[in-house]
């Protein structure tokens, strides 16, 4: 069984700078791409940032410049540092890995249970 549980997040006024982390536990024999993606209410969920296994990164054009997604391979952990956060930033924050269980399994998806961000303007 995988999981991965989420910590940080909270409440921020504008120009802050808040950090989450997401670890990866259970039956693991490697990790590929992991990920941070975000769900505002109404909106459908987003990708905000994706690292692989190799450290090549991703960001959505709008957090380029302000997050910083990185990882401790040895840790199973992805981390999101993000810095002069914005009103719109306010969403529900999900870790994503993709996660071999074993050899000769196939990469699958999970999430971890989210963690909100609300910055205040």
């Known amino acids: 069984q995988v999981q991965l549980v989420e910590s940080g997040g909270g409440l921020v006024q504008a120009g802050g700078s808040l950090g989450l982390s997401c670890a990866a536990s259970?039956?693991?024999?490697?990790?590929?791409?992991m990920g941070w993606y975000r769900q505002a209410p109404g909106k459908q969920r987003e990708l905000v940032a994706r690292?692989?296994?190799?450290?090549?990164?991703k960001y959505k054009d709008s957090v380029k410049g302000r997050f910083t997604i990185s990882r401790d391979n040895a840790k199973n952990t992805v981390y999101l540092h993000m810095n002069s956060l914005k009103p719109e930033d306010t969403a529900i924050y999900y870790c994503?890995?993709?996660?071999?269980?074993?050899?000769?399994?196939?990469?699958?998806?999970?999430w971890g249970q989210g963690t909100q961000v609300t910055v205040s303007s």
């Open positions: 259970g039956s693991i024999f490697s990790i590929n791409d």
């Open positions: 994503n890995a993709e996660i071999e269980e074993t050899y000769y399994s196939r990469s699958v998806a999970y």
């Open positions: 690292i692989t296994s190799g450290g090549i990164t």
